[in-house]
């Protein structure tokens, strides 16, 4: 039985240079991909985020994916 890795596509609400239609469409073609679309965020709100500790506390807040809102 194949494997396939989980992916994790993470996208800013505000983002227009990778908004999040762009990552629901590369997530389509990925198996086991979820697609996170952060609130208020841009493209740059992402970028700038400096280590491990920072995105979980960014991310710690937000309904996993796959989970009932």
């Not at 841009?42 to 809102?69: C, F, I, M, Q, Y």
């Amino acid at each position: 039985m194949p494997r396939h890795a989980q992916v994790l596509l993470i996208a800013g609400a505000r983002d227009d240079r990778a908004p999040p239609s762009d990552a629901y469409a590369l997530a389509a073609h990925i198996p086991a991909a979820e697609v996170l679309v952060m609130p208020g965020r841009d493209h740059e709100d992402l970028g700038d985020v400096p280590n491990a500790a920072t995105w979980e506390r960014l991310l710690s807040g937000l309904p996993r994916p796959g989970s009932p809102p």
